[in-house]
């Protein structure tokens, strides 16, 4: 029992990662990857969003009808969302700023999404309830690598300390070419990774 | 409202804050339908129709019903709602009256839904262009300029990157940067380039 949950917990970190295994995410990914901080703070909100939403669709999956079961998804994801959106604006106004238009967007985060129809609505609560954790700590996780890239490079300095004497920060780290950069560098890396372990997981999806 | 205003928020748009290359809003499609220069296009069409639409329907909404209700903070549930509403409404129309159309478009429609360009410009004509709940002058023009600009926009980086995507095919690519790795490293390059245009000022 102990053992398959710990499986579903594991997967979101490792192989079915949702940044770097399942491509899936990537618009917040990019966005707010500019500081480690900024990363940490998205990857909270959006893994409680994906605990809160993974717990209640698990709990109403026999009770919504098949056919209207996105629509109803779509309201259980966008309420979290709201709940997450007002405690953000009241304790954390700084993160709130720094985040933008990119809290009201958990929303259409396809991992939320995703999460609910492949496995939310088909399992348990308790297999849900690590499935969501294991999905957000991945996510966080990949956001805070992918962050500490950027802001080590564009800035010289990591979670706003300094970090490397006699480094001229590359500014176009912190900007949108860098996110771009950063990131298709990383998935090519972990590509490659898998090829000389011969895995066959190839990198495909790709969606926001 | 001026004729300056307007043509600041759309070479803003357009240009200097285009979505896809420096806001990071809708990379699915911008990833998954720029193989090809003809559907890219078609799912551009299809990406401005949408957001323009949804642009007005939205900011009634919020101006008419949000508002008055003191419910602002429902925004992020109504406009998904009505959005995703709208859209399929939009699929069972054109497919009853326009065939053709159908056929261009239908497929993209129901991708459009969860593409957070599409929330995303909503959010942002309220954020912008209303101030503490009162709608500021020309709100509700300036908010269709920048929801048509937006689409505009993303169709822009869209079909250049299917063509870049096209010739990309005869290029030697390193195995594992073959596909999304490689596309990100164009799109970088496409950013760098449209960055010049934040010198613009008005």
């Known amino acids: 029992m102990m053992k398959a949950l710990w499986r579903e917990f594991k997967k979101g970190i490792t192989v079915e990662n949702p940044t770097?295994?399942?491509?899936?995410?990537?618009?917040?990914?990019?966005?707010?990857?500019?500081?480690?901080?900024?990363?940490?703070?998205?990857?909270?909100?959006?893994?409680?969003?994906?605990?809160?939403?993974?717990?209640?669709?698990?709990?109403?999956?026999?009770?919504?009808?098949?056919?209207?079961?996105?629509?109803?998804?779509?309201?259980?994801?966008?309420?979290?969302?709201?709940?997450?959106?007002?405690?953000?604006?009241?304790?954390?106004?700084?993160?709130?700023?720094?985040?933008?238009?990119?809290?009201?967007?958990?929303?259409?985060?396809?991992?939320?999404?995703?999460?609910?129809?492949?496995?939310?609505?088909?399992?348990?609560?308790?297999?849900?309830?690590f499935d969501a954790l294991g999905m957000g700590v991945g996510f966080t996780l990949a956001l805070s690598i992918i962050a500490s890239v950027r802001e080590i490079l564009g800035t010289g300095a990591l979670f706003g300390r300094p970090l490397l004497k006699n480094y001229e920060p590359a500014l176009i780290f912190v900007l949108a070419p860098g996110a771009l950069l950063t990131l298709g560098i990383l998935i090519g890396c972990v590509n490659f990774y898998n090829a000389k372990r011969k895995k066959a997981i190839k990198i495909r999806g790709g969606c926001c | 409202?001026?004729?300056?205003?307007?043509?600041?928020?759309?070479?803003?748009?357009?240009?200097?804050?285009?979505?896809?290359?420096?806001?990071?809003?809708?990379?699915?499609?911008?990833?998954?339908?720029?193989?090809?220069?003809?559907?890219?296009?078609?799912?551009?069409?299809?990406?401005?129709?949408?957001?323009?639409?949804?642009?007005?329907?939205?900011?009634?909404?919020?101006?008419?019903?949000?508002?008055?209700?003191?419910?602002?903070?429902?925004?992020?549930?109504?406009?998904?709602?009505?959005?995703?509403?709208?859209?399929?409404?939009i699929e069972m129309f054109i497919r009853k009256t326009s065939p053709p159309l159908y056929r261009a478009l239908g497929i993209y429609l129901p991708l459009i839904t969860t593409n957070c360009a599409v929330l995303g410009v909503t959010v942002l004509n309220v954020n912008d262009f209303f101030v503490k709940s009162n709608a500021v002058a020309g709100s509700f023009v300036l908010s269709v300029i920048q929801a048509f600009s937006a689409g505009v926009g993303f169709t822009l980086a869209l079909l250049l990157m299917s063509g870049i995507r096209e010739r990309l095919d005869l290029a030697d690519v390193p195995e594992s940067f073959k596909g999304i790795p490689v596309a990100f490293i164009i799109a970088s390059l496409m950013s760098l380039a449209f960055m010049g245009f934040s010198g613009f000022r008005f």
Request: hydrophobic share 60%; proline share 5%; with cysteine.
């Open chain 2, 1 to 89: 409202m001026n004729i300056q205003q307007a043509a600041t928020v759309i070479i803003s748009m357009v240009f200097i804050n285009n979505f896809i290359l420096s806001k990071f809003l809708g990379l699915c499609p911008f990833l998954g339908v720029s193989k090809e220069t003809k559907p890219a296009m078609q799912m551009g069409y299809a990406v401005i129709f949408v957001m323009t639409l949804s642009a007005l329907i939205t900011w009634l909404v919020y101006r008419f019903i949000l508002i008055p209700f003191h419910l602002e903070y429902l925004r992020t549930i109504s406009f998904i709602l009505v959005i995703a509403a709208f859209v399929q409404l």
């Open chain 1, 20 to 129: 770097f295994g399942l491509v899936l995410g990537l618009c917040p990914t990019l966005a707010v990857s500019t500081t480690v901080v900024n990363a940490i703070g998205m990857g909270a909100a959006a893994t409680f969003v994906l605990l809160g939403s993974n717990i209640f669709i698990s709990l109403i999956r026999n009770i919504v009808p098949q056919e209207i079961r996105l629509p109803c998804f779509i309201v259980v994801i966008a309420t979290f969302v709201t709940m997450v959106e007002l405690a953000m604006k009241a304790y954390f106004p700084v993160l709130d700023r720094a985040l933008g238009i990119f809290i009201p967007l958990i929303v259409v985060n396809c991992i939320i999404m995703g999460r609910a129809e492949a496995f939310a609505s088909k399992n348990k609560v308790l297999p849900s309830i």
